[in-house]
């Protein structure tokens, strides 16, 4: 230690002095460095000012940068179809896990049925059964029990595969199933009306029917009908409707149906029209939807019968026709007696055609019968009438509004 020198030796102060070169250097070396780079930022910045802007990427840069996409949309599309073949392969696992529990579980009861009949038998397929002072062999029991697995797994590999085509045979059947009431809701008529042609289509009992007196004038009931003991066909009639009322009024029986030159009225001399459905849906609730489903069973000489006004007419079969829905003009007929034309849809079923049936009046007598009126009906003159829309009929009119 030195006391001139503030207790400090000559070494000391030595290495300080060395210290504090040392630290000057640094201090040197750094900001030489820090001036160097900002020197450098500069004249890159000067640079880039000069230097020109390229419009145009170099065929070298594009593919890089194709590339690149290429690698990304490989990378990730081969992670989703790793990740989809990995779900596809969980899915079969899992299914041929259930299968095989499946499997696995008739193959128990079958065992434990087994095992029951094996017991009632004598015969275990443990190690072995003693009955009777005898041992049977276990390598015998081992076979036995061997074949019967294999059995007992065919079994069951039998089952599972027609439960999977049971399951396969669901959506086929419902299909089906929709497409037979699709069918049914448009074309049961086809199927109902000639059955309803050859059964009672009237609500009277035949036997009150087939006992009308012809002969009878006077003294009927008041109330307006129709009346074919042959078809057991006993109706009300609506008189003296409109064109646009007929369809309603074949609701509740036949109707009157008026046009001119054809408008005529029991007794009077004309063509009196009476028209009627022939065929309708089966779920219609419409009653008299079947009431001329016969008609065309009807000869020459069959008798019809109208009460009218307390009247009773009678008019027998003279001839048939059947004529396009449009031809209206077939009930216009020149005639100096009192005619009937029964009018209905024709074939059963449909509502294609329409069949004319027409009778001359036999009584009372015609002598004294007068013209029918003039009529011009306010209506405009449209197609025959027909039957009930068919469903699909049903639900484009009312997707129309007609």
Not at 335 to 344: G, H, I, M, R
Not at 350 to 361: F, K
């Amino acid at each position: 230690m030195d006391s001139n020198n503030g207790g400090q030796s000559s070494s000391d102060l030595q290495r300080q002095a060395a210290a504090a070169i040392a630290r000057k250097k640094v201090l040197a070396a750094y900001a030489a460095s820090a001036k160097k780079s900002a020197q450098e930022a500069e004249e890159s910045e000067a640079r880039m000012k000069d230097m020109p802007i390229t419009k145009k990427i170099d065929a070298e840069s594009w593919k890089k940068y194709h590339s690149a996409w290429q690698d990304y949309y490989q990378k990730y599309y081969s992670e989703y179809y790793s990740n989809a073949a990995k779900n596809y392969v969980a899915k079969e696992r899992l299914k041929d896990a259930r299968e095989k529990a499946e499997e696995e579980e008739i193959l128990k009861s079958l065992t434990k049925s087994s095992a029951k009949l094996g017991k009632k038998a004598g015969l275990s397929l443990g190690t072995g059964v003693e009955e009777e002072g005898g041992a049977y062999d276990s390598a015998e029991n081992d076979d036995i029990k061997a074949e019967l697995k294999k059995k007992i797994r065919k079994k069951a590999t039998e089952s599972a595969k027609n439960s999977r085509r049971k399951r396969h045979l669901i959506p086929i059947l419902a299909g089906a199933a929709v497409v037979l009431l699709i069918l049914f809701l448009q074309y049961n008529r086809l199927v109902f009306a000639p059955i309803m042609a050859y059964v009672s289509p009237g609500n009277a009992p035949a036997s009150e029917i087939e006992a009308i007196d012809p002969t009878i004038t006077g003294s009927v009931s008041p109330d307006p009908r129709l009346i074919i003991p042959k078809l057991n066909v006993d109706v009300p009639i609506h008189f003296g409707i409109s064109l646009s009322e007929v369809m309603s009024a074949m609701n509740n029986g036949v109707a009157h149906y008026r046009i001119a030159g054809a408008s005529a009225y029991p007794g009077e001399i004309g063509n009196l029209v009476i028209t009627g459905h022939s065929a309708g849906d089966v779920y219609s609730s419409n009653p008299y939807k079947y009431i001329f489903s016969g008609l065309e069973r009807l000869e020459n000489g069959d008798l019809i019968y109208i009460n009218y006004n307390s009247v009773r007419y009678t008019y027998r079969v003279i001839k048939e026709e059947v004529v396009d829905p449009s031809n209206v003009a077939a009930l216009v007929v020149d005639t100096d007696k009192p005619l009937l034309t029964l009018v209905t849809c024709t074939p059963l079923g449909t509502s294609r055609y329409r069949l004319l049936v027409t009778a001359e009046q036999i009584s009372p007598n015609v002598e004294n019968a007068e013209e029918a009126e003039q009529y011009t009906p306010t209506d405009k003159e449209q197609d025959l009438p027909s039957n009930e829309p068919s469903f699909f009929e049903g639900i484009w009119n009312f997707l129309t509004g007609n």
